[in-house]
């Protein structure tokens, strides 16, 4: 168990939709990652909060948002949602803005329909 | 194309044996990480490497950081069963920058 939860574990809805995927980090820790998963692509970085704000950016479309509240939880938005946004989503942690080490929690599976 | 270069990309071995993954790129990088994957979970943290030519051993895992820290390389010595998952290496350009995933070796140990 890294201590880092991810809710829900799977989630499932139609085209055109928008989710919401949350996150708690480990204790202590103030940056938040979120990562895309899938088949073709590998682990590919979205985007990156350190206590409160925006960090850094990757591949993360316009679709797609995320923010990190007061409580150093985080939230990854998904809106118009097409087929191929299919895939694991992971959130990570680590203690600061070293993105070196970072803990994993157990993903959520989104398949979209 | 990816930044980091895995090979190989599949592994089959039987119970007992040694094997190698290897992690390429013509970048140079901070730190590298290691981590295992295993189905239906996230990739959980085995190692960092950060001085060029270091050699980390965890039981019967060894890595190693290249000399110019552009590659690395995972050694596992009497594979057992439980070493299955996806070993995935990951590099840190610059101290505070993302992290980029290599493609992933997927190994498979057969009792």
């Known amino acids: 168990d890294s201590g880092v939860t991810q809710t829900p574990k799977h989630l499932i809805t139609a085209t055109g939709q928008r989710v919401t995927l949350r996150c708690s980090p480990r204790s202590g820790d103030l940056s938040v990652y979120w990562y895309q998963q899938s088949l073709d692509q590998g682990l590919q970085f979205l985007i990156q909060?350190?206590?409160?704000?925006?960090?850094a950016k990757g591949n993360i479309l316009e679709r797609f948002s995320a923010q990190q509240f007061p409580d150093l939880h985080s939230e990854l938005n998904l809106s118009s949602l097409e087929l191929g946004d299919s895939a694991l989503y992971f959130c990570?942690?680590?203690?600061?803005?070293?993105?070196?080490?970072?803990?994993f929690g157990p993903g959520t599976r989104l398949t979209v329909l | 194309t990816q930044l980091l270069e895995q090979s190989p990309q599949f592994l089959s071995i039987q119970e007992g044996e040694n094997l190698t993954v290897y992690c390429n790129s013509s970048?140079?990088?901070?730190?590298l990480q290691w981590y295992r994957q295993e189905p239906g979970e996230g990739p959980v943290l085995l190692v960092t490497v950060v001085t060029g030519g270091e050699v980390k051993k965890l039981k019967r895992l060894t890595f190693q950081f290249g000399d110019a820290r552009k590659d690395s390389s995972l050694h596992i010595t009497a594979a057992q069963p439980g070493d299955t998952g996806l070993y995935l290496c990951?590099?840190?350009?610059?101290?505070?920058?993302?992290?980029?995933f290599g493609g992933g070796t997927r190994v498979l140990v057969k009792p």
């Open positions: 990570a942690s680590s203690v600061g803005l070293d993105t070196g080490e970072q803990f």
């Open positions: 990951a590099g840190e350009e610059a101290a505070g920058n993302k992290l980029t």
């Open positions: 970048s140079v990088f901070s730190s």
């Open positions: 909060y350190y206590n409160g704000e925006e960090r």
